[in-house]
């Protein structure tokens, strides 16, 4: 053994005890729960992140902070008419929305359209989902595909993608592509963004 460098049992030794650091139990119990669907998994952000600033256009009309919405946990969907996948989560979401009225989960589905208002609407209409909170973001300034290009805090890692917000404001993670959200995993990952 050469001087300075530590044997294979004190290396052993020395790596499970990190490992035992490493994993954390009380950690663990407090980690969101595992959601899968389709070919896709719920991402972890690490670090997390805490909710911005962010102004979000209202398909009705109008316009709210992002951030006012801290305190409640929110599913912030992107989405765009083009994408077929799309056009089955959003049911999905319209029905989750409304399941929800009496609790404080916000189900927010932002459009990445970049035609007009009247285009978004008709596309909306076509799906008969009326309870779902659709905003839009034509010019990319909420999510991006490109972060240099807008300065966007969220990224589009695929479409559709959605974003879980802890009700202490932080973004837990996301769910690229559509998902099942009423599969008894989903529940379970909203129920934790309700308490963390």
């Given at each position: 053994m050469r001087p300075g460098?530590?044997?294979?049992?004190?290396?052993?030794?020395?790596?499970?005890?990190?490992?035992?650091?490493?994993?954390?139990?009380a950690a663990a119990a407090t980690s969101?729960?595992?959601?899968?669907?389709?070919?896709?998994?719920?991402?972890?952000?690490?670090?997390?992140?805490m909710l911005p600033s962010i102004r979000l256009f209202r398909l009705a009309g109008g316009s709210f902070d992002l951030a006012?919405?801290?305190?409640r946990p929110i599913l912030l969907n992107f989405?765009?008419?083009?994408?077929?996948?799309?056009?089955?989560?959003l049911p999905v979401l319209d029905r989750l929305s409304q399941q929800t009225t009496n609790r404080d989960?916000?189900?927010?589905?932002?459009?990445?359209?970049?035609?007009?208002?009247?285009?978004?609407?008709?596309?909306?209409?076509?799906?008969?989902?009326?309870?779902?909170a659709v905003c839009l973001d034509p010019?990319?300034?909420?999510?991006?595909?490109?972060?240099?290009?807008?300065?966007?805090p969220f990224a589009l890692y695929g479409m559709p993608i959605t974003y879980l917000i802890a009700r202490s404001g932080g973004i837990v993670?996301?769910?690229?592509?559509?998902?099942?959200?009423t599969d008894p995993a989903a529940e379970a990952l909203i129920a934790y963004l309700q308490t963390a």
């Open positions: 460098l530590p044997s294979r049992r004190g290396a052993l030794i020395g790596g499970l005890a990190a490992a035992a650091v490493w994993f954390d139990p969101p729960p595992a959601f899968s669907s389709g070919r896709y998994q719920f991402t972890l952000l690490a670090p997390q992140r006012a919405l801290r305190g989405w765009a008419s083009w994408c077929a996948a799309c056009r089955v989560e989960l916000r189900v927010i589905a932002v459009s990445e359209d970049r035609g007009s208002r009247d285009q978004v609407s008709r596309f909306i209409q076509s799906l008969a989902i009326p309870n779902l010019n990319g300034y909420v999510a991006h595909t490109d972060p240099d290009r807008t300065g966007a993670g996301y769910m690229p592509g559509a998902a099942d959200w």
